[in-house]
């Protein structure tokens, strides 16, 4: 039965997900690189975090200065974002 809690509780989470769940500061370079280094949708995070070594290299700096020291914030939501798809 606990197993079965936790599985619901993943399947939640992963369903609530979206670029939306990042810090407001950083989805703008996000969507940006996203749009400019990938051929994903969005919204396709399985896309997006298949690519999000390169999304990161290109938004980083735009990210480091929108956020300033959020950025760590961003990061985390970041992968806590991708690390179901992984
Ligand atoms: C994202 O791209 C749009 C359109 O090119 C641009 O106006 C906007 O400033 C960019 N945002 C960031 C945060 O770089």
Redesign the pocket.
């Known amino acids: 039965m606990k197993n079965l809690a936790v599985i619901i509780a993943i399947v939640a989470a992963v369903q609530a997900q979206s670029i939306d769940d990042v810090p407001p500061c950083a989805r703008?370079?996000l969507?940006?690189s996203t749009k400019k280094v990938t051929l994903c949708a969005e919204s396709d995070l399985s896309c997006v975090c298949g690519k999000f070594d390169q999304i990161r290299g290109d938004a980083a700096g735009?990210v480091l200065g929108?956020c300033g020291a959020d950025t760590g914030k961003v990061l985390d939501a970041t992968k806590q974002l991708c690390e179901p798809l992984a």
């Open positions: 703008d370079c969507r940006n735009c929108a």
